[in-house]
Protein backbone atom coordinates (compact mmCIF):
# COMPACT_ATOMS: atom_id res chain seq x y z
CA UNK A 1 0.00 0.00 0.00
CA UNK A 2 1.36 3.33 -0.79
CA UNK A 3 1.13 5.99 1.85
CA UNK A 4 1.55 9.60 1.41
CA UNK A 5 0.20 12.82 2.15
CA UNK A 6 -2.75 14.50 0.50
CA UNK A 7 -1.64 17.64 -0.70
CA UNK A 8 -1.30 19.57 -4.09
CA UNK A 9 2.56 18.93 -4.39
CA UNK A 10 2.76 15.28 -4.07
CA UNK A 11 -0.38 14.79 -6.76
CA UNK A 12 0.82 17.30 -9.23
CA UNK A 13 4.35 15.53 -8.60
CA UNK A 14 2.68 12.07 -8.93
CA UNK A 15 0.39 13.04 -11.56
CA UNK A 16 3.40 13.98 -14.15
CA UNK A 17 5.26 10.39 -13.20
CA UNK A 18 1.65 8.07 -13.36
CA UNK A 19 1.06 9.95 -16.67
CA UNK A 20 4.78 9.29 -17.64
CA UNK A 21 4.34 5.87 -16.99
CA UNK A 22 1.55 5.01 -18.46
CA UNK A 23 2.57 7.02 -22.28
CA UNK A 24 5.81 5.22 -22.22
CA UNK A 25 5.24 1.77 -23.47
CA UNK A 26 3.73 3.64 -27.00
CA UNK A 27 5.72 6.35 -27.50
CA UNK A 28 5.65 7.29 -30.71
CA UNK A 29 3.00 4.92 -32.11
CA UNK A 30 0.37 7.43 -33.96
CA UNK A 31 -3.04 7.72 -32.94
CA UNK A 32 -4.58 5.44 -35.54
CA UNK A 33 -3.17 2.56 -33.72
CA UNK A 34 -4.79 3.71 -30.25
CA UNK A 35 -8.09 4.11 -31.80
CA UNK A 36 -7.57 0.23 -32.51
CA UNK A 37 -6.18 -0.48 -29.16
CA UNK A 38 -6.80 2.21 -26.56
CA UNK A 39 -4.80 1.95 -23.35
CA UNK A 40 -6.76 1.49 -20.42
CA UNK A 41 -4.46 0.53 -17.96
CA UNK A 42 -0.74 0.47 -16.86
CA UNK A 43 1.02 -2.15 -19.07
CA UNK A 44 5.19 -2.29 -19.57
CA UNK A 45 7.77 -3.74 -21.96
CA UNK A 46 6.85 -1.66 -25.13
CA UNK A 47 8.71 0.52 -26.74
CA UNK A 48 12.26 0.62 -24.42
CA UNK A 49 11.45 -3.09 -22.89
CA UNK A 50 11.04 -1.74 -19.57
CA UNK A 51 8.31 -3.11 -16.99
CA UNK A 52 5.24 -1.17 -16.22
CA UNK A 53 5.08 1.79 -14.57
CA UNK A 54 8.62 3.14 -15.69
CA UNK A 55 9.20 6.09 -15.79
CA UNK A 56 11.26 8.52 -18.77
CA UNK A 57 13.47 11.25 -18.57
CA UNK A 58 9.99 13.11 -18.24
CA UNK A 59 9.72 11.97 -14.72
CA UNK A 60 13.45 12.17 -13.58
CA UNK A 61 14.36 15.92 -15.24
CA UNK A 62 10.56 16.80 -12.94
CA UNK A 63 12.32 15.03 -9.67
CA UNK A 64 16.17 16.51 -10.38
CA UNK A 65 14.01 20.07 -10.50
CA UNK A 66 12.07 19.12 -7.30
CA UNK A 67 15.85 18.21 -5.69
CA UNK A 68 17.68 21.19 -6.37
CA UNK A 69 14.87 23.60 -5.71
CA UNK A 70 14.87 21.10 -1.69
CA UNK A 71 18.44 22.38 -1.64
CA UNK A 72 18.08 26.19 -3.08
CA UNK A 73 15.40 28.33 -2.54
CA UNK A 74 13.73 29.84 -5.57
CA UNK A 75 15.02 33.00 -4.04
CA UNK A 76 18.48 32.30 -5.14
CA UNK A 77 17.86 31.65 -9.21
CA UNK A 78 21.14 32.20 -9.91
CA UNK A 79 22.55 29.37 -7.60
CA UNK A 80 19.14 27.60 -8.02
CA UNK A 81 19.87 27.45 -11.66
CA UNK A 82 23.25 26.29 -11.20
CA UNK A 83 21.80 23.06 -8.93
CA UNK A 84 19.69 22.86 -11.55
CA UNK A 85 22.20 22.10 -14.37
CA UNK A 86 24.27 20.00 -12.28
CA UNK A 87 21.43 17.74 -11.40
CA UNK A 88 20.66 17.57 -15.25
CA UNK A 89 24.28 16.36 -16.35
CA UNK A 90 24.47 13.70 -13.24
CA UNK A 91 20.99 12.71 -14.83
CA UNK A 92 22.60 11.75 -18.32
CA UNK A 93 25.77 11.08 -17.31
CA UNK A 94 25.36 8.76 -14.01
CA UNK A 95 21.58 8.23 -14.37
CA UNK A 96 20.97 10.50 -11.35
CA UNK A 97 16.79 10.03 -10.26
CA UNK A 98 16.34 7.39 -12.87
CA UNK A 99 14.29 4.49 -12.71
CA UNK A 100 16.95 1.92 -13.76
CA UNK A 101 20.13 3.57 -12.83
CA UNK A 102 20.86 4.87 -16.05
CA UNK A 103 18.89 7.84 -18.76
CA UNK A 104 16.83 6.22 -21.56
CA UNK A 105 15.00 8.21 -24.18
CA UNK A 106 16.70 11.21 -24.02
CA UNK A 107 15.66 13.97 -26.25
CA UNK A 108 18.27 15.58 -28.54
CA UNK A 109 17.87 18.95 -27.73
CA UNK A 110 18.05 18.15 -24.10
CA UNK A 111 20.98 16.31 -24.89
CA UNK A 112 22.85 19.41 -26.49
CA UNK A 113 22.06 21.61 -23.74
CA UNK A 114 23.52 18.91 -21.35
CA UNK A 115 26.74 18.87 -23.47
CA UNK A 116 26.92 22.58 -23.54
CA UNK A 117 26.84 22.73 -19.96
CA UNK A 118 29.45 19.92 -19.74
CA UNK A 119 31.45 21.90 -21.62
CA UNK A 120 31.13 25.27 -19.48
CA UNK A 121 28.09 27.12 -20.67
CA UNK A 122 26.32 29.50 -17.97
CA UNK A 123 22.62 27.71 -17.63
CA UNK A 124 21.21 31.06 -19.80
CA UNK A 125 23.21 30.52 -22.49
CA UNK A 126 23.24 26.44 -22.99
CA UNK A 127 19.84 25.85 -24.26
CA UNK A 128 19.25 25.72 -27.68
CA UNK A 129 17.42 29.42 -29.30
CA UNK A 130 16.33 27.94 -33.23
CA UNK A 131 12.82 27.34 -33.93
CA UNK A 132 13.43 24.14 -34.44
CA UNK A 133 14.30 23.66 -31.08
CA UNK A 134 10.76 23.82 -30.10
CA UNK A 135 9.87 20.45 -28.43
CA UNK A 136 8.50 19.62 -25.28
CA UNK A 137 11.31 18.84 -23.26
CA UNK A 138 11.32 22.07 -21.29
CA UNK A 139 7.60 21.94 -20.48
CA UNK A 140 7.40 18.23 -19.48
CA UNK A 141 9.67 19.26 -16.31
CA UNK A 142 8.65 22.62 -15.48
CA UNK A 143 6.02 22.08 -13.08
CA UNK A 144 7.95 22.16 -9.78
CA UNK A 145 8.26 26.09 -10.39
CA UNK A 146 4.33 26.59 -9.70
CA UNK A 147 4.62 25.25 -6.28
CA UNK A 148 7.11 28.51 -5.61
CA UNK A 149 4.25 30.38 -6.04
CA UNK A 150 4.08 31.57 -2.52
CA UNK A 151 7.45 32.47 -2.62
CA UNK A 152 7.48 34.39 -5.41
CA UNK A 153 5.45 37.24 -7.07
CA UNK A 154 4.02 36.42 -10.45
CA UNK A 155 5.99 38.54 -12.02
CA UNK A 156 9.24 36.89 -10.25
CA UNK A 157 7.94 33.11 -11.19
CA UNK A 158 7.62 33.98 -14.98
CA UNK A 159 10.67 35.22 -15.36
CA UNK A 160 12.21 31.72 -13.45
CA UNK A 161 10.01 29.88 -15.18
CA UNK A 162 11.45 31.33 -18.40
CA UNK A 163 15.12 30.58 -16.86
CA UNK A 164 14.85 27.52 -16.04
CA UNK A 165 13.10 26.19 -19.45
CA UNK A 166 16.08 28.13 -20.94
CA UNK A 167 18.40 25.72 -20.06
CA UNK A 168 17.87 23.27 -22.79
CA UNK A 169 15.27 24.64 -24.64
CA UNK A 170 15.92 28.63 -25.03
CA UNK A 171 13.36 30.07 -27.59
CA UNK A 172 11.25 32.23 -26.64
CA UNK A 173 7.91 29.93 -27.56
CA UNK A 174 9.22 27.13 -25.34
CA UNK A 175 9.65 30.26 -22.95
CA UNK A 176 5.70 31.18 -23.27
CA UNK A 177 4.63 27.72 -23.30
CA UNK A 178 5.87 27.05 -19.74
CA UNK A 179 5.09 30.18 -18.54
CA UNK A 180 1.55 29.53 -19.87
CA UNK A 181 1.45 25.85 -18.38
CA UNK A 182 2.98 27.86 -14.61
CA UNK A 183 -0.25 30.52 -14.90
CA UNK A 184 -2.64 27.67 -15.21
CA UNK A 185 -0.72 25.16 -12.62
CA UNK A 186 -1.08 28.97 -10.32
CA UNK A 187 -4.70 29.32 -10.83
CA UNK A 188 -5.52 25.09 -9.71
CA UNK A 189 -3.26 25.61 -6.49
CA UNK A 190 -5.58 28.61 -6.22
CA UNK A 191 -8.26 26.57 -5.54
CA UNK A 192 -10.16 27.07 -9.02
CA UNK A 193 -11.68 24.59 -11.15
CA UNK A 194 -9.66 23.66 -14.43
CA UNK A 195 -12.57 25.52 -16.40
CA UNK A 196 -12.47 28.41 -14.09
CA UNK A 197 -8.75 28.36 -13.85
CA UNK A 198 -8.41 28.57 -17.57
CA UNK A 199 -10.55 31.47 -17.82
CA UNK A 200 -8.80 33.70 -15.66
CA UNK A 201 -5.09 32.43 -17.00
CA UNK A 202 -6.20 33.88 -20.14
CA UNK A 203 -5.94 37.82 -19.44
CA UNK A 204 -3.36 37.15 -16.98
CA UNK A 205 -1.09 35.64 -19.97
CA UNK A 206 -2.15 38.15 -22.12
CA UNK A 207 -1.04 40.88 -19.58
CA UNK A 208 2.40 39.20 -18.84
CA UNK A 209 3.02 38.88 -22.53
CA UNK A 210 1.93 41.91 -24.21
CA UNK A 211 5.49 43.57 -24.43
CA UNK A 212 6.72 43.69 -28.05
CA UNK A 213 9.53 41.11 -27.30
CA UNK A 214 6.37 38.31 -27.22
CA UNK A 215 4.44 39.81 -30.24
CA UNK A 216 5.89 37.47 -33.00
CA UNK A 217 5.45 34.41 -30.81
CA UNK A 218 1.75 34.87 -29.65
CA UNK A 219 0.30 33.94 -32.79
CA UNK A 220 1.09 30.94 -32.17
CA UNK A 221 -0.82 30.48 -28.74
CA UNK A 222 -3.96 31.57 -30.24
CA UNK A 223 -5.87 28.83 -30.13
CA UNK A 224 -5.47 28.54 -26.64
CA UNK A 225 -5.90 32.57 -26.21
CA UNK A 226 -8.89 32.26 -27.57
CA UNK A 227 -10.41 30.83 -24.69
CA UNK A 228 -12.05 27.51 -25.76
CA UNK A 229 -9.38 24.90 -26.72
CA UNK A 230 -11.94 22.35 -25.34
CA UNK A 231 -14.06 23.05 -27.95
CA UNK A 232 -11.77 22.47 -30.63
CA UNK A 233 -12.42 18.12 -31.87
CA UNK A 234 -10.37 15.51 -31.16
CA UNK A 235 -8.87 15.45 -35.21
CA UNK A 236 -7.47 18.85 -34.77
CA UNK A 237 -5.47 18.51 -31.44
CA UNK A 238 -1.98 17.41 -32.39
CA UNK A 239 0.22 15.39 -30.05
CA UNK A 240 3.28 15.29 -31.45
CA UNK A 241 6.66 16.33 -29.66
CA UNK A 242 6.10 20.28 -30.39
CA UNK A 243 5.89 22.63 -27.58
CA UNK A 244 2.84 24.04 -28.84
CA UNK A 245 0.77 20.86 -29.68
CA UNK A 246 1.62 18.82 -26.35
CA UNK A 247 0.47 22.31 -24.29
CA UNK A 248 -2.61 22.56 -26.37
CA UNK A 249 -3.33 18.87 -25.75
CA UNK A 250 -2.65 18.75 -22.21
CA UNK A 251 -5.46 21.54 -21.97
CA UNK A 252 -7.59 20.08 -23.60
CA UNK A 253 -7.39 16.58 -21.69
CA UNK A 254 -8.00 18.37 -18.72
CA UNK A 255 -10.86 20.53 -19.86
CA UNK A 256 -12.96 17.46 -21.61
CA UNK A 257 -12.32 15.25 -18.40
CA UNK A 258 -13.66 14.86 -15.15
CA UNK A 259 -11.07 12.81 -13.24
CA UNK A 260 -7.60 11.82 -12.97
CA UNK A 261 -7.25 8.59 -15.13
CA UNK A 262 -9.54 9.69 -17.90
CA UNK A 263 -7.53 13.17 -18.19
CA UNK A 264 -4.21 10.99 -18.59
CA UNK A 265 -5.55 7.88 -20.71
CA UNK A 266 -7.08 10.54 -23.06
CA UNK A 267 -3.56 12.01 -23.24
CA UNK A 268 -2.15 8.98 -24.06
CA UNK A 269 -4.84 7.94 -26.04
CA UNK A 270 -3.95 10.76 -28.48
CA UNK A 271 -1.08 8.87 -29.53
CA UNK A 272 2.67 10.29 -30.99
CA UNK A 273 4.34 12.13 -27.55
CA UNK A 274 1.94 9.83 -25.42
CA UNK A 275 4.45 10.03 -22.34
CA UNK A 276 5.31 13.54 -22.60
CA UNK A 277 1.57 14.63 -23.38
CA UNK A 278 0.24 12.53 -20.64
CA UNK A 279 2.92 13.48 -18.15
CA UNK A 280 1.40 17.35 -18.62
CA UNK A 281 -1.83 16.90 -18.37
CA UNK A 282 -1.29 14.96 -15.67
CA UNK A 283 0.78 17.25 -13.34
CA UNK A 284 -2.17 20.09 -13.78
CA UNK A 285 -4.66 17.06 -13.61
CA UNK A 286 -2.89 15.59 -9.92
CA UNK A 287 -3.31 19.59 -8.66
CA UNK A 288 -6.88 19.75 -9.08
CA UNK A 289 -8.06 15.88 -8.51
CA UNK A 290 -5.60 14.79 -5.44
CA UNK A 291 -3.46 12.02 -5.11
CA UNK A 292 -6.49 10.10 -3.73
CA UNK A 293 -7.97 10.09 -7.26
CA UNK A 294 -4.83 8.35 -9.01
CA UNK A 295 -5.36 4.44 -8.69
CA UNK A 296 -3.38 2.94 -5.96
CA UNK A 297 -2.79 0.02 -8.33
CA UNK A 298 -0.62 2.39 -10.65
CA UNK A 299 1.12 3.99 -8.16
CA UNK A 300 2.06 0.13 -6.62
CA UNK A 301 3.48 -0.19 -10.21
CA UNK A 302 5.87 2.66 -10.01
CA UNK A 303 9.64 1.81 -9.35
CA UNK A 304 11.44 3.23 -6.55
CA UNK A 305 8.25 4.61 -5.14
CA UNK A 306 8.87 4.76 -1.41
CA UNK A 307 12.36 7.24 -3.05
CA UNK A 308 10.13 9.53 -5.20
CA UNK A 309 7.66 10.12 -2.17
CA UNK A 310 10.26 10.51 0.16
CA UNK A 311 11.72 13.22 -2.09
CA UNK A 312 8.85 15.05 -3.12
CA UNK A 313 7.27 15.39 0.63
CA UNK A 314 10.77 16.80 1.29
CA UNK A 315 10.03 19.28 -1.71
CA UNK A 316 6.34 20.13 -0.13
CA UNK A 317 7.70 20.20 3.42
CA UNK A 318 10.19 22.92 2.31
CA UNK A 319 7.51 24.62 0.09
CA UNK A 320 5.41 25.15 3.23
Given at each position: ?5 E ?13 D??G?P ?5 RS??D ?6 M ?20 L?L ?7 S????E????Q??D??C ?12 Y ?27 G ?8 L ?10 Q ?7 I ?8 I????Q?S ?5 I??I??V ?5 KT ?13 Q ?34 Y ?9 W ?12 L ?6 D ?12 A ?6 QE?P????E ?8 IN????F ?5
Amino acid sequence: MVKIAENPVNAGILGVIVGDALGLPVQFEPRSYRDRQPVTEMFGYGVFNVPPGSWSDDSSLTLCLVDALIKVSPTQPETLLKQISDNFCQWLKDGYLTPFGYSYDVGGTTEQAIGNLSRGSSPLDSGETGERSNGNGSLMRILPIAFCYQKLSLEELIVLTHQVGSITHGHQRSNIACGIYIIMAVELLQGKTPQQAYKNAIPIINQHYQDKIYSSELKYFQRILQGNIETVSRDEIGSSGYVVDSLEAALWCLLTTDNYPDAVLKAVNLGDDTDTVAAITGGLAGIFYGVQEIPEHWLEQIPKINEIINLIEGFSNSMG
